[in-house]
């Protein structure tokens, strides 16, 4: 018992350091916003990073490494420069300093920045802040998802002809890809649907769904720290979560689909083309 009760002090100790670290982070995303885009390519032209993602992250890790030295890390821009992407038992903290890097950069304004905590391989809570918006979403296991403190609760829609989904176009641009991309979103919007969206940050679009105003979010090619965060937060507000082809989420995998029920969740995926981007946690070439 007493371990139990132990463990549970620790999750909301880490959850009130990662609602704050995530507030000074934001600060940070606006200020560079004004001054300084400093713009790199990482795998193509078209995945970016900027020294702000790279600053975020180190202000994130270097705190939780002094506050919780025993807690492992998985972060965007610690994977870019050769850290392992392996969840393991150990408590995780798994993180997004900047999520919607190309939307930073352009000034177009939705930036977050996306926090999960993970135990034993389960995720206990996600913080997103859309920092532009300043709405700080939360969410831990079990007790609810909110928005600046307001309760959260997905759509009651099950009629897939008066939804709203979302998704992104991603940063593959191997016409192959986009061929699958274009085709789904084509079958998904000649359902017909009332409309298609995305935001430019998968973690945004995943707390959208957890509001309630689009039914649904999916996407091929995203990374775990776009969605681990959003996962808790679409859970918590009664949502589902899954892979594209109706499995269980597999947070490695790099696909995910995130439905306000199982009506809207399966309805879509019969109109998904599947396919298998090279998983977050594949050994990385020497
Ligand atoms: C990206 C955003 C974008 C999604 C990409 C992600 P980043 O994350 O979430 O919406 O389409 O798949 O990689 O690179 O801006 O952190």
Redesign the pocket.
Known sequence: KMRVIFVANVEVEAMDHAVALARKAGEMVREALQNERSIMCKSSSV??VTQT?QKVEQLIVSSVKEKFPTHSFIG?ESVAAGQPCVLTNNPTWIV?P???????VHGYPFVAVSIAFAVNKELEFGVVYSCLEDKMYTARKGKGAFCNGQPLQVSDQKEINQSIIAT????NREPEVVDKIFSTMRNILCLPVHGMR??????T?MCLVASGCVEAYY?I???C??VAAGAVIVSEAGGLLMDVDGGPLDLMSRRVLAANNKTIAERIIKEIEVFKPTRDDAPMDK
């Open positions: 995945d970016l993602d965007e997004d900047v999520d919607g890097t190309t939307n930073f992104e176009f991603g940063s995305g935001v430019g940050t998968a973690a679009n996407e090619g995203i990374h720290w776009d």
